[in-house]
């Protein structure tokens, strides 16, 4: 099992030698995805755990009319769907990008955690954080102005991918459309075009070829009230 | 049920407007979509709306004639509000 699932559970919790040898003898089947591909279906009892390794997703809940609502965003590291270590997922999976996973039998995770305890709290953490966004999300449809939305959210994946060494001299890949970000903030589509250039008129942000470009950070920052305490970052990311 | 419309300019990128009317009631806002919206532009877009079971934000549509049918069918579903 490649390093980013180590390096992101190193961001939460100490693991010592005997951790990243168990981490690092995990089996797991490595597969490609392309962009817009599904990644784990709906509410579907899983037998592994997909782990992104390369590549961006984002998770999300499909309506009866066909509209979805993406329920947040994904970088290297994560595990794509956290929920089947216990749960059937009760949101699918698709991809934002090419890219690959690596998937780990949940018979082999669940051992992990039942004999490696800082193992099971690093997972606990990172489910505490995941949760922790989803609250962010809610505030940010329930209470902001769309302007804030798109712009507290660039601010979240730019540190989050920052995080992952994908983000440099104030740009990362995030090849995102503007159905992506409606369909992430409760915004129409026409909406978030209208957003988007009020953001790069106050010359905040540029989008280009699939390139986030902040120009402004903490300009975007305070579009969006942002303050990146709740995603419990290394200190030396924010 | 006949619906009306009146032209009105409205802020920002997106100018040309219409008030649409159920008697002399405001129903709805609809909106022109300028060129800053690509494929869309020309397009109707409803802006706001005072039917509870119609979503603002609904459209684009290709032709005013489809923005109204939908929001008559926002009317239709709300018998109590008239």
Redesign the interface.
Same mark, same amino acid.
């Given at each position: 099992m490649p390093g980013r699932l180590i390096d992101n559970l190193q961001n939460y919790v100490t693991l010592s030698a005997d951790d990243r040898s168990a981490l690092a003898s995990l089996p797991s089947t490595r597969r490609s995805f392309t962009a817009g591909a599904e990644i784990v279906p709906e509410n579907e009892a899983q037998t592994h755990c997909a782990v992104l390794i390369e590549g961006q997703a984002f998770r999300q809940k499909a309506l009866a009319d066909g509209r979805r609502q993406i329920l947040s965003f994904h970088v290297p590291g994560d595990i794509l769907d956290l929920n089947a270590l216990f749960l059937t997922p009760d949101y699918s999976v698709s991809a934002l990008t090419h890219g690959e996973v690596g998937l780990v039998p949940l018979p082999a995770m669940r051992e992990l955690l039942e004999t490696r305890p800082a193992i099971a709290r690093g997972l606990w953490r990172i489910s505490l954080v995941e949760s922790a966004i989803y609250r962010a999300w809610l505030v940010g449809m329930g209470r902001r102005t769309a302007l804030a939305r798109i712009a507290h959210l660039l601010c979240e994946v730019f540190l989050r991918l920052k995080a992952v060494g994908l983000a440099q001299n104030g740009s990362c890949r995030f090849p995102v459309t503007q159905a992506h970000l409606a369909d992430s903030l409760g915004?129409?589509?026409?909406?978030t075009?209208?957003v988007l250039?009020q953001l790069r008129a106050q010359g905040l942000i540029t989008f280009q070829s699939g390139q986030l470009i902040v120009l402004d950070w903490n300009g975007l920052k305070a579009a969006g009230e942002f303050d990146p305490c709740y995603l419990h970052l290394p200190s030396d990311t924010a | 049920m006949r619906l009306t419309l009146r032209p009105v300019e409205l802020i !920002?990128?997106?100018r040309e407007g219409r008030l649409v009317f159920l008697e002399e009631r405001l129903v709805a806002v609809l909106s022109k /979509?300028g060129e /800053?919206?690509e494929d @869309?532009t020309g397009h109707w877009?409803l802006e706001a709306s005072f039917t509870p079971t119609s979503r603002s !934000? @609904? !459209?684009?549509f290709a032709t005013l004639e489809d923005a109204l049918a939908a929001i008559g069918t926002g009317l239709n579903a709300s018998p109590g509000i008239r």
């Open positions: 915004l129409s589509a026409v909406h075009n209208r250039q | !920002g990128p997106d /979509l /800053l919206h @869309a877009f !934000g @609904a !459209g684009p």
